[in-house]
Nanobody, 125 residues
Framework: QVQLVESGGGLVQAGGSLRLSCAAS????????MGWFRQAPGKERELLAA????????YYADSVKGRFTISRDNTKNTVYLQMSSLKPEDTAVYYC??????????????????WGQGTQVTVSS
């Protein structure tokens, strides 16, 4: 069983930065792509960023491209989301997820199979 635990959310002013972390249990972390999603009230869950198993291939949604950076440390079983130039519309619950398929390189096709509990990010104007 894979467990994912997000941390790093909070309240920040517009234009500020936050770094989210997602720690994974188990010994298969380095075999799977990881992704970050968010869901705002009344909206569908949105894939923001994904990173392949090696950390060499990334995908970003247009809404966060140039502002958010996904990275991973396979020695720590952790994936990160560095968020900069935050806007009020970035307010949402942020989730990390592990991919359904091992060693996927087309990370834009990411499909979450295991999910964290989510962490709230609130951006004030």
């Amino acid at each position: 069983q894979v467990q994912l635990v997000e941390s790093g959310g909070g309240l920040v002013q517009a234009g500020g930065s936050l770094r989210l972390s997602c720690a994974a249990s188990g010994r298969t972390f380095s075999s799977y792509a990881m992704g970050w999603f968010r869901q705002a009230p009344g909206k569908e869950r949105e894939l923001l960023a994904a990173i392949d198993w090696s950390g060499g291939i990334t995908y970003y949604a247009d809404s966060v491209k140039g502002r958010f950076t996904i990275s991973r440390d396979n020695t720590k079983n952790t994936v990160y989301l560095q968020m900069s130039s935050l806007k009020p519309e970035d307010t949402a619950v942020y989730y990390c997820a592990r991919d359904r398929r091992s060693f996927r390189t087309a990370v834009s096709d990411f499909e979450g199979n295991y999910w964290g509990q989510g962490t709230q990010v609130t951006v004030s104007s």
